[in-house]
Structure formats: C-alpha cells, structure tokens
C-alpha cells in the first residue's frame, strides 16, 4: 500500500526566510511517481512538480527547489526568500505506475506554510 | 481552454436529500476522480475512472456512485446525504500516457454542506 506522510502541519516564517517542506512515501513498487501541489487560500489546486523514481536529480526553478532522495524515500520542498504570496498550503502526492494501486493518487496530509511580513 | 469545471461550487444539503455532483473536462483525458478533502487529512480518493464505461472505488466510496458514460462527464452522486459528507469536493482528471506519469488536473472544489 502507498502512503505519504507530510509531518509538519504548519510552518510560520517571515518573509524573505527560507521553508522547507518534509514529505516521506511508502510504496513498494519500483515505478511511481512524485508530485507537489500547492493550495493558495483562493482553493484550488495547482501542480508545482513531477518527478519519477528514477530521476533523483535534484531541481531549481526560480525560488523553489527540490530534494528527491530514494534512499529514505524523501521528496522534500524548499521555497527560498519566502514571500507572502508563497502562503498557501502544500501537497506532496505519490501515484504507483504498477500494481493494484496504479492510477490511485495517495496525498499526504498538507503542510500550510504560513509568510508573514 | 476551461479545463476541469465543476458545478455548483455551493451546496447546503438536508440529512436524506440527495444530489449530483456535476464534472466535466474538455482536455479528452482518459482518467477522471473526485476527491473529498477534510482539514487535517489531505484530499481522499473516492472514485476514479479510466476510461468510459469504467469506474473504480478509490480510499472513502461509501455514500457516492459515480458512472462514466463519456469522455468528458463524471459526475459525483450522493444518494442519501449525511453530515458526515460535508466537505470540500474536487473532481481531477489526467492523461494517460505511457507510464501513466500525467500530472492532476483540478476543477475549483465544490464545498457541500450537509445539516
């Protein structure tokens, strides 16, 4: 069975301070794929990044970056120089390319990132 | 492009009543769900479909049938509402290419309130 498990419920910083976000996975399939989505207070749902288990190439893109490690089944998210619009809170998602769970999406619980100013 | 939309995006429902869910995607993507996401527990899956004419149960299908007779509608019934289903209500689809790595694609949410 998948799981994701997003440990921090919240996390309050100031702007311009940099957030990391945590998310682990189980999964027992050697396919699958990672994803981020953040929920700005307006509600919806916006797709951030895809990443499969075999690219653990870590990306930038402008202020977000993230860190993909398969040794302890981390994909975890950094916003650098946080800014107010950067509020919202933050899923990390997990789909298995194989077995009975395939095309099921499991998302972890949500970290709401708070950015004050 | 209008994407995924969903309708209504408000409903306030009595115990017993029952009502439909309305999704539909002009993207001709072959996958389509509906989530229901509740504070504390992320977004659950409550039933997804692959294709028309098929349709599986995701983590929370009880009280919820769904049917898939096009591409591009899947609506979400609710068939005796109960208090429990008040919740925020998203419906998602997704190509599905090779691998099936494609990303969600979300309507707004549908917030349903059950007294």
Known sequence: AQKVTQAQTEISVVEKEDVT???VYETRDTTYYLFWYKQPPSGELVFL???NSFDEQNEISGRYSWNFQKSTSSFNFTITASQVVDSAVYFCALSEAQGDSWGKFQ???GTQVVVTP | NAGVTQTPKFQVLKTGQ???LQCAQDMNHEYMSWYRQDPGMGLRLIHYSVGAGITDQGEVPNG?????STTEDFPLRLLSAA???TS????ASRKEPPGRTGELFFGEGSRLTVL
């Open chain 1, 21 to 23: 976000l945590d998310c």
């Open chain 1, 49 to 51: 990044i895809r990443r």
């Open chain 1, 107 to 109: 998302f972890g619980a």
């Open chain 2, 18 to 20: 029952s009502m439909t």
């Open chain 2, 64 to 68: 919820y049938n769904v049917s898939r």
């Open chain 2, 83 to 85: 208090p429990s289903q």
């Open chain 2, 88 to 91: 925020v209500y998203f419906c």
